[in-house]
Nanobody
Framework: QVQLVESGGGLVQAGDSLRLSCAAS????????MGWFRQPPGKDREFVAA????????YYADSVKGRFTISRDNAKNTVFLQMDSLRPEDTAVYYC????????????????WGQGTQVTVSS
């Protein structure tokens, strides 16, 4: 069983930055890819970014490409999401998850979700 705890969310203004963290329990963290998803108010959860187990490969949704950066520190069992140039449409609950197979871009490829952290961007 893997437990994930997200942190770093908050209320910011458009153009500001935030850094989300996701701390994972378990000694096998470095074996799995990780992903960030978000669920805007009243909408379905959507893919944001993902990173391979080694950290060498990263994947982004078009809506965040060039503004968000995913990274990981396997020694600390933590994955990060640096969010710059935030926009009101980035407002959502952000979740991290462990990729267990399949597409990096689809929820079905992930198990073990965190509880989420709220990000609110005001205009």
């Amino acid at each position: 069983q893997v437990q994930l705890v997200e942190s770093g969310g908050g209320l910011v203004q458009a153009g500001d930055s935030l850094r989300l963290s996701c701390a994972a329990s378990g000694r096998t963290f470095s074996r799995y890819g990780m992903g960030w998803f978000r669920q805007p108010p009243g909408k379905d959860r959507e893919f944001v970014a993902a990173i391979s187990a080694s950290g060498y490969k990263t994947y982004y949704a078009d809506s965040v490409k060039g503004r968000f950066t995913i990274s990981r520190d396997n020694a600390k069992n933590t994955v990060f999401l640096q969010m710059d140039s935030l926009r009101p449409e980035d407002t959502a609950v952000y979740y991290c998850a462990v990729r267990t197979g399949g597409s990096y871009f689809d929820e079905s490829g992930y198990a073990y979700w965190g509880q989420g952290t709220q990000v609110t961007v005001s205009s």
